[in-house]
């Protein structure tokens, strides 16, 4: 007869009816960690150590008693994930019912059917493996995302680039700066998770969000005694970070006492903790950030110089979205997605009123506050019954400032939505028919009020647009008689 392999799956019976408890142990030990409780204080005792249970409806031979549908519910709610089978030797729908309910997996008559117990039990760990499968890569999927630089501008393709060089070499140092919400930190994630540092640790911190008082102990760490409330051994950032990423917010706040230790570690990458003697190797990637002008703040003595430059090997500036605003429709889409994907909206699109007032917004907040304005806009449009977001679904701040000349863009919209792409060439032929009528029809005068290079450019980029939408051109007259040729 072929033995059955023992699983570490422990099974615990709660059952008052001792010789069942001992038939059932012998029926499975083969098989599982048999655990036996005969009252509820016991179960209580022992079920944290279970992987599925099996507990009788009824712990003691009275009509009316139902102890096992409250240990149920007590350890429903303790334990949300623990797969429990009832069993019952009393045929009580109503009680089969009001199981599965609270939360039991299944519910079995007695005399039970040891073929079907066994599936039962097989299937429902199955299922629990499964679920906390399912959750530890929801889990993972809400920490990473989203890891994504969105924008087909020619400044964020160059950061792209400048990402993909950092992420590879994984041992440069890197300066992030920019105004706040820009998207430092997401491009410090992206040099982690582009680069061959991606298996060990990615570790931030800001340090504005600390005391300066203990932003020592955070970085680096201390040993138990250092100080008056070291009551044990801390590891700091720089040392979780280990063969991985450290990412420092906010590195301009930094004390001058920390930015020596810093410096030195930079230099020597060991460092002792606070109170250690012992020297402590590290191989880091350091990324820092900050939204204040650094090499000024070294003028006027508030960060060091040699410090600066060791933080600087390579220096990437973020610029604010007022100075790339070609990527909102990109970015607004990109958000849409993310909150489709969350379960928290339908919503595909905004109507061109509310596109047009997004593009025409300055952003002091920058790719943050869009995100933020994107959230706000579709609870807004929900509450409505809008089916895209409309203009009064933005902030106040938003539509109180859109334009009100109306563009060449009123086009009848698909009920599924709008091309983002076809849209945002549409508007950029509106501003070179809008450059052409205000400079009459020179080509010379529209490029220098559109901020272009020279006349070829103008050329290449409404070329280009007519090569993807050639049907947009017919809108625009005064392009199509200065581009015909």
């Known amino acids: 007869m072929e033995q059955k392999k023992k699983s570490f799956h422990s099974l615990l019976v709660i059952d008052d009816d001792k010789s069942f408890c001992a038939s059932l142990e012998r029926a499975f030990r083969e098989e599982f960690n048999i655990l036996i409780a005969h009252s509820p204080d016991e179960a209580r005792r022992i079920f944290w150590r279970a992987d599925i249970i099996l507990l009788d409806v009824r712990l003691k031979e009275e009509p009316d008693n139902n102890e096992g ?162 009551r044990e051994r801390k590891i700091g950032f720089i040392e979780l970070a280990d063969k991985g990423v450290l990412f420092l917010d906010d590195i301009d706040i930094a004390p001058l006492d920390v930015q020596v230790k810093l410096l030195r570690f930079l230099e020597e990458r060991s460092f002792c903790r606070s109170g250690g003697t012992h020297l402590i190797d590290i191989d880091v990637q350091l990324i820092s950030a900050t939204n204040q002008n650094l090499l000024q703040l070294t003028k006027d003595g508030k960060f060091r110089k040699d410090l600066y430059f060791r933080l600087k090997t390579v220096e990437v500036h973020i610029p604010p979205l007022r100075e790339h605003a070609e990527d909102i429709p990109d970015l607004v889409s990109h958000f849409l997605r993310l909150l489709q994907k969350q379960g928290r909206t339908q919503i595909e699109a905004c109507s061109l009123e509310a596109l047009d007032a997004m593009l025409s917004y300055q952003w002091p907040g920058n790719i943050r506050e869009l995100e933020n304005c994107i959230e706000n806009a579709v609870l807004f449009a929900k509450i409505k019954g809008h089916e895209k977001i409309e203009l009064e679904d933005l902030p106040g701040e938003l539509w109180h400032e859109a334009k009100t000349e109306k563009k060449a863009l009123n086009i009848e919209l698909a009920e599924e939505g709008i091309n983002l792409e076809e849209k945002k060439a549409r508007y950029e032929l509106s501003y070179i028919e809008s450059a052409l009528e205000k400079s009459r029809g020179h080509k010379t005068e529209a490029w220098r009020i559109l901020g272009l290079h020279d006349r070829f450019v103008l050329r290449r980029r409404v070329k280009a647009i007519e090569r993807r939408f050639s049907q947009l051109i017919e809108e625009f007259p005064l392009i199509k008689k200065a581009f015909s040729k």
């Open 69 to 230: 549908i409250e240990l149920l519910s007590e350890f429903h709610n303790e334990r949300p994930q623990l797969p429990i089978i009832m069993a019952t030797a009393f045929g009580d729908m109503k009680i089969a019912v009001e199981a599965m309910k609270i939360g039991a997996i299944d519910f079995l008559p007695k005399p039970l059917d040891l073929t079907k117990l066994r599936t039962t039990i097989k299937n429902s760990l199955e299922q629990a493996n499964l679920r906390r499968l399912v959750g530890t890569l929801e889990r993972e999927i809400k920490r990473i995302e989203p890891v994504e630089f969105v924008g087909a501008s020619k400044k964020i393709a160059e950061i792209r680039k400048l990402i993909d060089y950092i992420a590879k070499d994984g041992r440069i140092n890197v300066l992030l700066t920019g105004e706040t919400g820009t998207g430092k930190e997401l491009v410090a994630r992206l040099i982690h998770r582009n680069g061959w540092r991606s298996n060990g640790s990615y570790e931030a911190i800001s340090l504005a969000a600390l005391a300066p008082s203990i932003i020592e102990s955070e970085l680096f760490g201390h040993e138990k005694g250092a100080f008056t409330d070291a």
